[in-house]
C-alpha cells in the first residue's frame, strides 16, 4: 500500500509537465495566428501582376493592297515574213538581245532581184514612149496653130501624151513595189528586246499567210505587271478622300514581291485602272510598269504588288494583339486610365498595316493602351507596367 501511494506524486508531476507543454504549443499557435493575420492584407491582393503597355502617337501611315498579278512584257513582236520564199539564212542566236531593224532572217532574194529588172525594163520603156507621145504632141499642137493639123488629131496626140504618162507612172509605181518585196526578203526586227526560239530552220517556206511566226522579239527592259484590284476598296477610298480620313496615294511607288514574298529590288508605278468593274469576279483591271533592267522578270511570272490605297497622315495604330472584340465582335481596347486602374473602351478600326490596326475612332494621341495581359486586369490586382515589345519575325535560312 505504500508502494502505491509512493507512485501518485510522479504521475501528479508527469501531468504538470504535459499540461505544460500544451500550452506552451497552444500560445504559440496563438502568436502564430496573430503574425498570419497581421499579413493577410498583402496575400489577399496578391503578387502584382505585369502587362505589356504602349503609348500611341500620330505617325503616317500608307495603306497598301497586296494583289496578285502577271508580268507581260512592255512590247511583243511576232517576226512574220511580207513576202513568200525559201529561207536561206537564219541570221540570230537563240534567246540573244537583237536591236531595231536588226536582219533576222535571209529570204531568198533571187526571184525579188529579177522582179525588180523587168520592172525597171518596163519603165524605161514607158518613158521611151513618153518621149515620143512629148515630141509627137508638141508637133501637132504647132500645125494645129497653124491650122495645118485638124483639131481631132491634136486631140489624139494629147491623149497619147497622157497614156503615156500614166504608163511611166505605173511602171514607177510597179518598180517601188519589186524592190520592197526585194527588201523584204531580208526579215529584220521591228523593236529592240530578246528574241526566243527560233520556229523555222534554213530550207523552210516562208509564206505570208502562216499562222506561226517566225520568232518573237518581247522587250522587258520594262515589264507590266497586270492586277485586279476588288471594287469595294475604290469605294471605301473614295469615301475616306471625301471625308478627309485619307489623302490621294496615286503617285505613290508600287512595292513588287515575289511570289515567296521576297521584296524586288525595284519600284513599280501604276500606269492606269479601268474605269469598268468586272462583272464576274467584281474587281477592276489595273497595270503596274516595273523596271527590269537585269532581266529578272520574265512575261508570264507571278508576282504579288503592294499597291498604295490610302495614306493617313496622323495615324493612331495599335498593335493587333490589343484589340479585343466583345461577343458581338465589336472591337475595344484596354485603356491604362492612371497607374493602378484600366478600363474598356470600344473603337472604330481602319486598316491593318504591318500588323497594326488604325484606329478611326474612340482613341486619342498620348493615351497608354494594354497590348498584353488584358484578361489579368480583371481581378483588380496592382499592376506591374513594362513596355511593349512586339515580337521580332523569324529569320529567313
Known amino acids: 500500500m505504500a508502494a502505491t501511494m509512493?507512485?501518485?506524486?510522479?504521475?501528479?508531476?508527469?501531468?504538470?509537465?504535459?499540461?505544460?507543454l500544451l500550452l506552451s504549443a497552444c500560445k504559440d499557435g496563438a502568436d502564430g495566428s496573430k503574425a498570419d493575420g497581421a499579413e493577410a492584407p498583402t496575400d489577399a491582393l496578391g503578387a502584382p501582376v505585369r502587362i505589356a503597355v504602349q503609348t500611341v502617337l500620330p505617325r503616317?501611315?500608307?495603306?497598301?493592297?497586296?494583289?496578285?498579278?502577271?508580268?507581260?512584257?512592255?512590247?511583243?513582236?511576232?517576226?512574220?515574213?511580207?513576202v513568200n520564199g525559201i529561207i536561206q539564212?537564219?541570221?540570230?542566236?537563240?534567246?540573244?538581245?537583237?536591236?531595231?531593224?536588226?536582219?533576222?532572217?535571209?529570204?531568198d532574194a533571187a526571184p525579188f532581184a529579177a522582179d525588180v529588172e523587168a520592172?525597171?525594163?518596163?519603165?524605161?520603156?514607158?518613158?521611151?514612149?513618153?518621149?515620143?507621145a512629148t515630141a509627137k504632141h508638141k508637133r501637132v499642137e504647132a500645125l494645129a496653130a497653124a491650122r495645118i493639123a485638124s483639131p481631132a488629131a491634136l486631140g489624139d496626140a494629147t491623149a497619147t501624151l497622157a497614156q503615156a504618162r500614166a504608163s511611166v507612172a505605173e511602171a514607177k509605181a510597179n518598180l517601188t513595189r519589186r524592190e520592197l518585196e526585194r527588201a523584204h526578203a531580208?526579215?529584220?526586227?521591228?523593236?529592240?528586246?530578246?528574241?526566243?526560239?527560233?520556229?523555222?530552220?534554213?530550207?523552210?517556206?516562208?509564206s505570208v499567210g502562216a499562222q506561226t511566226p517566225l520568232a518573237v522579239v518581247q522587250q522587258i527592259d520594262r515589264v507590266y505587271l497586270d492586277v485586279?484590284?476588288?471594287?469595294?476598296?475604290?469605294?471605301?477610298?473614295?469615301?475616306?478622300?471625301?471625308?478627309?480620313?485619307?489623302?490621294?496615294?496615286?503617285?505613290l511607288p508600287v512595292n513588287i514581291l515575289t511570289i515567296t514574298g521576297k521584296p524586288y529590288a525595284f519600284e513599280g508605278r501604276v500606269l492606269f485602272s479601268e474605269s469598268t468593274v468586272d462583272p464576274g469576279t467584281g474587281s477592276i483591271a489595273m497595270r503596274v510598269e516595273v523596271p527590269n533592267p537585269d532581266r529578272q522578270l520574265l512575261p508570264g511570272m507571278y508576282l504579288r504588288a503592294k499597291v498604295p490605297r490610302a495614306i493617313y497622315a496622323d495615324a493612331l495604330t495599335v498593335p493587333q494583339?490589343?484589340?479585343?472584340?466583345?461577343?458581338s465582335g465589336r472591337p475595344y481596347l484596354t485603356i491604362l486610365v492612371d497607374d493602378k486602374t484600366v478600363a474598356n473602351r470600344d473603337v472604330e478600326l481602319g486598316a491593318l498595316v504591318d500588323r497594326q490596326y488604325v484606329v478611326l475612332s474612340g482613341l486619342k494621341a498620348g493615351e497608354t493602351v494594354v497590348v498584353q495581359g488584358q484578361a489579368r486586369t480583371e481581378g483588380g490586382q496592382p499592376l506591374e507596367l513594362v513596355r511593349y515589345e512586339p515580337a521580332k519575325p523569324h529569320s529567313e535560312t
Request: zero cysteines; proline letters at 5%.
Open 89 to 107: 539564212k537564219v541570221l540570230f542566236t537563240e534567246g540573244t538581245e537583237v536591236a531595231a531593224d536588226q536582219p533576222l532572217f535571209q529570204i
Open 321 to 327: 494583339e490589343a484589340v479585343r472584340r466583345a461577343g
Open 228 to 251: 485586279r484590284q476588288p471594287s469595294m476598296g475604290r469605294e471605301l477610298l473614295e469615301e475616306m478622300l471625301e471625308t478627309g480620313r485619307s489623302e490621294d496615294a496615286g503617285a
Open 186 to 206: 531580208t526579215i529584220r526586227s521591228p523593236i529592240a528586246g530578246r528574241i526566243g526560239q527560233a520556229l523555222v530552220t534554213e530550207g523552210s517556206l516562208a
Open 60 to 82: 503616317r501611315v500608307v495603306v497598301y493592297d497586296e494583289l496578285p498579278g502577271r508580268v507581260s512584257a512592255r512590247r511583243t513582236a511576232e517576226i512574220r515574213p511580207q
Open 6 to 20: 509512493r507512485l501518485y506524486p510522479t504521475f501528479a508531476y508527469a501531468v504538470v509537465v504535459v499540461g505544460a
Open 119 to 132: 520592172a525597171a525594163a518596163i519603165l524605161a520603156r514607158g518613158e521611151a514612149d513618153l518621149f515620143n
